[in-house]
């Protein structure tokens, strides 16, 4: 079983409505890959990726004077493509296809080709004979893992085979809907595009006995960069970023190891950086002094089908709101679990904690007889008046009295908890904007919030469900652990209160550390780490107007 990988024909400009010869391979191996790489225009790099263009370096490198690659596009047969490599021997001319892995063994053993590769070669045959104006007899494809040769006859059923690929390939792509996921579920563990596909979570919506196995990267090591420092500079140098601080050396970082760029305050970005990041799909995001979302770096120019069904999917009222449950139910789920971990860790009289636990569940339980998103919003609010009231009673006592809490308050933060919820949730919003456009979803386009200045309403709906594990629980732990210097980590102006330079590279750290570790998630089943489920859950939302649906809003508190 070979992946399809990105090769050179997808750097080649078409000449007409002509189809890559890797996108024929993709559509013989799964309809839905082929569907995802050419009609939603997604591509990912793995490792498998590279190590086959690594073998394709290498043999060019051995090659000699009797082999030529070749590249040719045909607008009649409507294919175009890069042929490995040409052979001409005793006045015939052979295409070669060469393979990272093992071919296929039939039922006696004997080595044939996969399907997809024997269409790909069969391609690349049809290709030379209208180019050339030649009779080619058979292509061959090196398989070098078990370093196999298999010929593969070029005959009129092989042309024939080809013609009906094309053509049914062009009917799927003038499709609006994805295809479902194969019933191989072996071919999915081989593909670059699963943690894209999710095919097992799609077949785990479809039947709820599945077990998946985990195709979704199990983390994102790549570093988050804040520029904390007002005045200073992000440009590029070959393949690094720059970073030029006010009175101290340029700090260079190989963009490999970069997800985000963040710049808060005063620190400024060149052009050619803009450029690289968004190129090489680095996020970039700003945060104001005061600890502020301000926005995000929007470099997408594909995907415009799925944000159509996104248009389609969260135009229908009754779809929305049948979302907008899942989120409030989930957050204050959420919300609730945590005032129950808190009173089981709680010394002495536990009454308060007790009667808004139970009155949460009472309100909860409204949730899904709501029948409006106005109403609704009474419900969150409710909700949240019943959680925030609580807060504090979570807190250690012999934590200091300028940490306690006494309600949520914003715009500006009148105290110092309110000051660390703030920039948490400013923090969580970029993150969340991060994955929306990482995914390829619009932003604006939301079914719960309401358009605001602050951010867009998707962004707005889905950091709900992170608001308590990524920025209400570590800010809780932190002041449990006495992790600030009341002086020092914040600057009180009046009645406004901010986290301080130390504070807020503090906050920054508590909560990096905190999105690095690991959560089961409790229908799937596997572990992640929370930033790749940020992603993940987007990528779930997804397929709730996909067919697919069921998974998503189940990130609750234990």
Known sequence: MQTTDL????????????????????????????????????????????????LHEEIDKKEDEEWEDLYLEDEHLGLRGRVDALRTRDGQTIPYEHKRGRCYRDEK???????????????????IEAALGITVPEGRIRYHA?????????????????????????????????????????????????????????????NKEW????????????????????????????????????????????????????????????????????????????????????????ARSRSIQRRVRQYQALSQPDFCLELARKLVACRGEGQRKFLM??????????????????????????????QSLDSLLGIEGNLAALYFGALSNLLAENAPESLLFSGRNRRPPK???????????????????????AVGLEPALGFYHQPRTQAPPLALD?????????????????????????????????????????????FINLYEQRKAETWKHPVTGYSLTYRRLLELEVRLLEKEWSGEGGLFGQLIVR
């Open 211 to 298: 077990h998946p196995v985990r195709l979704f990267p199990v983390d994102d090591e790549r570093e988050v960069i804040h520029v904390l420092e007002p005045g200073t500079r992000v440009g590029r140098t070959g393949e690094q970023l720059k970073i030029s601080r006010p009175n101290q050396p340029d700090e260079k970082i190989a963009i490999g190891q970069v997800s985000q760029v963040v710049l808060h305050s005063f620190s400024q970005i060149s052009t050619q950086a803009v450029h690289f990041l968004a190129y090489k799909e680095v996020g970039i995001h700003f945060v104001s002094g005061g600890g502020r979302y301000i926005g995000s770096i929007d």
């Open 109 to 127: 053993k004997q080595p044939q080709a996969w399907d997809s590769d024997r269409l790909q070669i069969l391609a690349y045959c049809c290709l």
């Open 7 to 54: 090769d050179l024909e997808t750097l080649a400009e078409p000449m007409g409505d002509t189809m890559r010869v890797s996108a024929l391979h993709a559509f013989a191996y799964c309809p839905r890959l082929f569907y995802l790489e050419e009609v939603e225009e997604l591509y990912t790099q793995d490792a498998a990726v590279f190590a086959g263009r690594r």
């Open 341 to 370: 971990r808190g009173k089981r860790n709680k010394k002495g009289d536990s009454l308060a904690l007790e009667k808004t636990i139970a009155q949460m569940k009472a309100v909860l339980k409204q949730v899904p007889q709501i």
């Open 462 to 506: 889905l950091m709900e469900i992170f608001r308590v594990p990524l920025v209400d629980m570590p800010v809780v732990t932190s002041i449990n652990r006495s992790q600030w210097d009341i002086q020092a980590d914040f600057d009180v102006r009046g009645q406004q209160v901010w986290l301080s330079d130390s504070g807020r590279r503090k």
């Open 146 to 206: 078990d370093n196999v040769l298999v010929h593969v006859p070029f005959d009129e059923t092989g042309r024939q085979w080809v013609k009906d690929s094309i053509r049914q390939a062009r009917e799927l792509r003038k499709s609006p809907y994805r295809p479902a996921v194969i019933d191989n579920e072996h071919l999915c563990s081989r593909c670059s595009l699963s943690p894209v596909c999710l095919p097992e979570e799609a077949r785990l919506a479809h």
């Open 415 to 437: 105290d110092r908890f309110n000051a660390l919820l703030s920039f948490g949730y400013s923090l969580l919003i970029k993150d969340v904007m991060n994955a929306i456009l």
